[in-house]
């Protein structure tokens, strides 16, 4: 299969998942079908061993030198923008497409990835874990739910022979949460997922990716 067409395909599907950032369950994801909707696309352009990373943050925004340009700011601001990564094999070799709100970037080849090494040994393990929500004991010994209005999140994929979706509020992975600690942190930093995202996350700060070109609706 072309390089060229699997890119194609998951740029179609990075625009999908892009509408997901306000969702915050996999019942919802599976109710509005934006995942499934085009994973027959995918598979058919040859990829059947993929890894899905979306990574956001939400914040009372960003402040910048006011010495900069409109060209500085926007260019920084990109950099915070919404931004999807697709981990996937094709014809023996590992593969890495970006995609953000404001560019294309070019598919890089890594000979040697950790991330879909690591997802791929454990896979069966990740399609069992589950990540808690962040909760405490409160003065009554019952149960409060603990969150925040301001978090970073991370929406994973993962399709082999089977498919799961996976939202993380990564608020939930604090030893220390409002209200107290965080009764479901030892639970959490433990799962294979947490894993995944620690080796994810530190990959991709070394991977370098060329602009291709902006994205047509900016």
Request: with cysteine; hydrophobic share 35%; aromatic share 16%.
């Given at each position: 299969?072309n390089?060229?067409?699997?890119v194609?395909?998951?740029?179609?599907?990075?625009?999908?998942?892009?509408?997901?950032?306000?969702?915050?369950t996999?019942?919802?994801?599976?109710?509005?079908?934006?995942?499934?909707?085009?994973?027959?696309?995918?598979?058919?352009?040859?990829?059947d061993t993929?890894?899905?990373y979306?990574a956001?943050?939400?914040?009372?925004?960003?402040?910048?030198?006011?010495?900069?340009?409109k060209?500085?700011?926007?260019?920084?601001?990109?950099?915070?923008?919404?931004?999807?990564?697709?981990?996937?094999?094709?014809?023996?070799?590992?593969?890495?497409?970006?995609?953000?709100?404001?560019?294309?970037?070019?598919t890089?080849?890594?000979?040697?990835?950790?991330?879909?090494?690591?997802?791929?040994?454990?896979?069966?393990d990740?399609?069992?874990?589950?990540?808690?929500?962040?909760?405490?004991?409160n003065?009554?010994?019952?149960?409060?739910?603990?969150?925040?209005?301001?978090?970073?999140?991370?929406?994973?994929?993962?399709?082999?022979?089977?498919?799961?979706?996976?939202?993380?509020?990564?608020?939930?992975l604090?030893?220390?949460?409002?209200?107290?600690?965080?009764?479901?942190y030892?639970?959490?930093?433990?799962?294979?997922?947490?894993?995944?995202l620690?080796?994810?996350?530190?990959?991709?700060?070394?991977?370098?990716?060329?602009?291709?070109?902006?994205?047509?609706?900016?």
């Amino acid at each position: 299969m072309n390089l060229r067409i699997v890119v194609l395909y998951l740029f179609i599907f990075s625009s999908i998942i892009s509408k997901a950032q306000d969702i915050c369950t996999p019942a919802q994801i599976d109710s509005l079908n934006i995942f499934s909707v085009k994973i027959d696309s995918l598979k058919k352009s040859g990829i059947d061993t993929f890894l899905v990373y979306y990574a956001y943050c939400y914040s009372d925004g960003y402040s910048f030198s006011s010495s900069y340009t409109k060209e500085q700011i926007r260019e920084k601001e990109c950099d915070y923008t919404n931004t999807t990564y697709v981990f996937f094999e094709l014809n023996g070799s590992i593969f890495v497409s970006k995609f953000n709100e404001c560019n294309k970037f070019s598919t890089i080849k890594i000979p040697d990835s950790k991330s879909f090494k690591y997802y791929k040994k454990y896979y069966a393990d990740l399609l069992k874990d589950t990540i808690k929500g962040s909760a405490i004991i409160n003065k009554e010994g019952g149960l409060n739910w603990s969150s925040t209005d301001h978090s970073c999140y991370r929406h994973l994929f993962f399709s082999m022979k089977e498919s799961k979706y996976v939202y993380v509020d990564l608020y939930w992975l604090n030893k220390n949460v409002y209200g107290g600690r965080n009764i479901n942190y030892s639970h959490n930093i433990k799962t294979h997922t947490n894993k995944l995202l620690d080796i994810l996350y530190k990959e991709i700060k070394n991977l370098t990716f060329v602009k291709m070109e902006p994205q047509k609706n900016n």
